[in-house]
């Protein structure tokens, strides 16, 4: 019934409908499983496929990557269309011709925003994730995302090396942990690449006298880009020893500036069964033997028991409210600033308050807000698979972004995630690079204590 009340919208358009086409439609909607459900087990969501497909691409108007390739193929409902023939195989994903068509499924920056507009409440990235899965199982990963797996196998890290371990170059302090810790502190791959704001949080919690440990020596990637590649084999062993060490740290909270990083030790885990199957599969193993209290533990911590994982901005709000923290005045060239929302942060975790609460308490900042802010954020281009698939619509979607946050007047791009500042730098001009500057929270935050 629920799954009913989403097609209220249509009962006028059909009732107004002539008789004839009035019976047409609805002859073809009830024949619809009848004529386009394959045979066969299948990964790929058959039926929203097929319910997008259907669709007069109602969200295309805001979809960022075909804002930025401009042709009408990289629309939302033509990516479920191919994903569909891929699927059933009337477009051959095997032949080497049908190239373009697999790399289209890829081609989309995991930006959701296609979900703020589609009356379904469909992510076409979440339906192309399903046609991802049955390419993986004929053997049919692109080479782009191959590369990717290699690396995370290799180094643990999206870098050729693994770039926990440049700590010291990067004079980024780590702190291993006594297994007595009140706060985890997860800095992820890309964080890695932005040691000022990591020595912003660090120096942060140092003042708050935060027991915390960051663990750099025994880090790996929590697994999001595997994730996005649909590689669970190689996000499973990610992920048990992320979750490995944070139990161990015994911290029952664990904060981190990266939206992707947050969002996959939750959301995504669970939702992908990551580490409950690797756990039922060791019951099956050792049927009929105890299961081991470690064994326990090692399930509950996730998703029961387990610590809180929260985004920092979330935590800063909390110390502000709590009075445990105090802001003052920012040097005159941060007082006017435009914020870019991740849009991991608004849409995937739904926080688009703590940022402009946390910049409320600077006296002496005015926030300019670009038009599309908070939920109908627009995205950098570097979330998703996009950037390995197409690095020039990429860039170009970084291009436009920058475009709408210039229009705010401000030369201070405020941002929360380390993906959007990595991305959101390939759309500044080189002869802009000195007047505007993209600065995490975090970072302008030290400047105001
Ligand atoms: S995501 Fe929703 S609105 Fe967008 S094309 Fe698909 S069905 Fe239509
Ligand atoms: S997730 Fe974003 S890029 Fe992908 S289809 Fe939807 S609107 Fe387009």
Redesign the pocket.
């Known amino acids: 019934m629920e799954e009913l009340k989403k097609y209220k919208w249509m009962i006028p358009l059909i009732s107004g409908a002539e008789r004839n086409t009035r019976r047409k439609l609805l002859k073809n909607l009830r024949k619809k499983k009848d004529r386009f459900y394959p045979e066969g087990g299948f990964n790929a969501d058959i039926k929203n496929l097929i319910n997008c497909m259907l669709c007069p691409n109602m969200?295309r108007f805001d979809?960022?990557?075909?804002q930025a390739a401009k042709t009408e193929v990289i629309s939302?409902a033509y990516?479920a269309r191919i994903g569909y023939y891929l699927t059933v195989g009337k477009i051959d994903p095997s032949d080497p011709e049908n190239k373009e068509f697999v790399d289209l499924m890829y081609k989309?920056?995991?930006?959701?925003?296609?979900k703020i507009w589609c009356p379904f409440d469909f992510?076409?990235?979440s339906l192309l994730e399903t046609v991802r899965d049955d390419l993986n199982e004929k053997g049919l990963m692109p080479d782009y995302c191959e590369k990717q797996i290699d690396k995370l196998k290799e180094t643990g890290t999206i870098e050729d090396y693994n770039i926990f371990k440049t700590y010291e170059e990067k004079g980024i302090e780590n702190i291993e942990t006594d297994g007595n810790d009140d706060v985890f502190y997860y800095i992820g791959c890309e964080m890695m690449k932005f040691p000022k704001v990591v020595q912003a949080n660090i120096e942060l919690l140092k003042k708050l006298g935060i027991k915390f440990s960051t663990n750099l020596d025994k880090r790996v990637c929590c697994g999001s880009p595997a994730l996005n590649i649909r590689d669970l084999d190689t996000i499973t062993s990610l992920a048990s020893k992320s979750v490995d060490l944070i139990r161990k740290s015994g911290a029952k909270l664990v904060i981190s500036g990266c939206p992707g990083c947050v969002r996959t030790l939750t959301e995504r885990y669970q939702k992908n069964h990551i580490l409950e199957e690797k756990v039922e599969h060791e019951d099956e193993e050792i049927r009929g033997k105890d299961v081991t209290e470690e064994e326990e533990q090692f399930s509950r911590i996730l998703y029961d028991e387990g610590p809180e994982v929260i985004h920092i901005v979330e935590y800063i709000e909390r110390l502000l409210e709590e009075e445990k923290l105090m802001l003052h005045e920012v040097p005159k060239k941060y007082e006017t600033v435009t914020i870019h929302d991740p849009c991991l942060l608004a849409r995937n975790l739904s926080n688009t308050s703590s940022i402009r609460k946390i910049l409320g308490h600077i006296p002496n900042l005015t926030i300019k807000e670009p038009i599309y802010n908070k939920e109908f954020t627009h995205c950098c281009g570097w979330s998703g698979t996009v950037h390995w698939a197409d690095r020039d619509i990429a860039i170009k979607e970084s291009e436009n972004r920058i475009s709408e946050l210039k229009e705010t007047g401000a030369n201070i791009i405020v941002t929360a995630c380390p993906e959007c500042e990595l991305g959101l730098a390939y759309g500044i001009d080189e002869n802009e690079k000195d007047t505007i500057e993209i600065i995490d929270l975090s970072e302008l935050l030290i400047k105001a204590i």
């Open positions: 969200c979809c960022n990557t075909l939302p990516k989309c920056s995991n930006c959701e925003n296609c992510s076409v990235v």
